[in-house]
């Protein structure tokens, strides 16, 4: 069963912006942390932000400042704002929740040209 499904990403240039969707269809999903992941090619599985159910949020240092998570309870969705991206974000990026990971959904290719 499907539970976690990614989408918008797409091909932008550096500087550009993407929103990040991830809908969650799994069980009591206000009482889940959420986390968004990235894997580059040849690299492996990067965390790069959380968001407790509590709407506590962590990044990774990378993308500080430029990355946003956020959480909308009423659509079990949550997601990423990235803005001023950079040729080193291109990943297909994950969600899953911590600590009770369900299965991986199929990711979202993000490219970003220079």
């Known amino acids: 069963q499907v539970q976690l499904v990614e989408s918008g990403g797409g091909l932008v240039q550096a500087g550009g912006s993407l929103r990040l969707s991830c809908a969650d269809s799994?069980?009591?999903?206000?009482?889940?942390?959420m986390v968004w992941y990235r894997q580059a090619p040849g690299k492996l599985r990067e965390w790069i932000a959380t968001?407790?159910?509590?709407?506590?949020?962590n990044y990774v240092n990378s993308v500080k400042g430029r990355f946003t998570i956020s959480r909308d309870n009423a659509k079990n969705t949550v997601y990423l704002q990235m803005n001023n991206l950079k040729p080193e974000d291109t990943a297909v990026y994950y969600c899953?929740?911590?600590?009770?990971?369900?299965?991986w959904g199929q990711g979202t290719q993000v490219t970003v040209s220079s």
């Open positions: 968001i407790s159910s509590a709407g506590v949020t």
């Open positions: 899953n929740r911590v600590p009770r990971q369900l299965s």
């Open positions: 799994g069980p009591m999903f206000s009482t889940a942390a």
